[in-house]
């Protein structure tokens, strides 16, 4: 087996601001796996939460994995041995995804076939980061006319407080007037409990479906306190990155959101998945900033999940990888054996 990394710069068209930070530019890693000549390709997008903070130490990181002699390993074998060299989840993520894809192409079968699971079918939505009321009138007809696209995830809370997330919630309510849209709420750990219980209460009179991480990751107990009386359903982002994190508040939470860079690919991501339906809870898919290889690999396992976020790639300006599109608002893999995307330039650096 020969693996080979390829850094590419992904641009955005909009900066996206969340209650943590402002996300820009960005270097991922694409990880080309290839053996008796089939190509399997993933892709890593590098975070300081997720455990490798630049493409240097994800190419690093699973180098030292491929050293280890994986070449006629199964890929719970090798998942095992990244967990025993404690590979940061969002390096090993790249490896998984190109060898779930040679494995699918390797049976000629589209990786959702190769799975049991169908095609996705639930519309994604499209993400509005934190700005000002007048910066989110003037991006709404950016982000809608002309697409197919149904759901809008409105990042909330703000550095300036509620008053803020509340001005902003309320121009997008007059600005999405003239399409047929729903709302969710994303605070990403913004609110602390008091406002997070606020703003629920607030946000079930004014036309959103949920609200994701309304506390900050490191906070899951206090979810019981937002939990018991709820006018809205929560749904947990941050604090969900490994299955077994589900088992410390299931009976807290309404559903979960994977990411395949937090949980180290498609194998955690399906015991994530496994996992969450176990307990009776929904189940949502999002992505961190990934081109359009890592989204058709998660909208190959979307088929059964409840809520689809899988958007990054349509903010790329523009995408060096060819795979997933919207069509009739759902993020649809290309129809090919594998998970259907591949690195359109690989001569990067």
Known sequence: MKVSFHKALLQKRFPLAISRGVHGDSYNVFVRVEKEGIIGWGES???????????????????????????????????YISRE???????????DIALWDWKAKKANMPLHDLLGLPLPKSKTSVTLGIMSPESAKDRIPLLFDGSSAKYLKVKLGSPEGID?????????????????ISLRVDANGGWDTEKAKHMIEWL??????????????????????????????????????FSQNIIEYSEWVDG???????SGGITEGLRVLSTAKAYGLETMIGCMSESSISISAAASISGHIDHIDLDSHYNLKPDPASGAKMINGVTMPRIAPGHGAFLTNENQT
């Open 45 to 79: 997008a590098p975070g300081r939460n997720e455990g490798a903070q630049n493409p240097e130490q994800v190419i690093s990181e699973l180098q030292r994995l491929v050293e280890t002699n994986i070449n006629d390993k199964s890929i719970s074998e090798i998942e």
């Open 256 to 262: 979960v959101n994977l990411k395949l860079m937090k």
């Open 204 to 241: 079930s009179k004014r036309e959103c479906d949920y609200v994701e991480q309304p506390l900050a990751e490191g906070k899951e107990k206090d979810l019981k306190t937002l939990y018991e009386n709820r006018l809205l359903p929560i749904f947990v982002d941050e604090s969900c990155r």
């Open 85 to 95: 060299l404690k590979t940061s989840p969002c390096s090993y993520a790249g490896l």
């Open 164 to 180: 803020a997330d509340k001005n902003m919630y309320n121009q997008v309510l007059e600005s999405i007037k003239p399409y047929n």
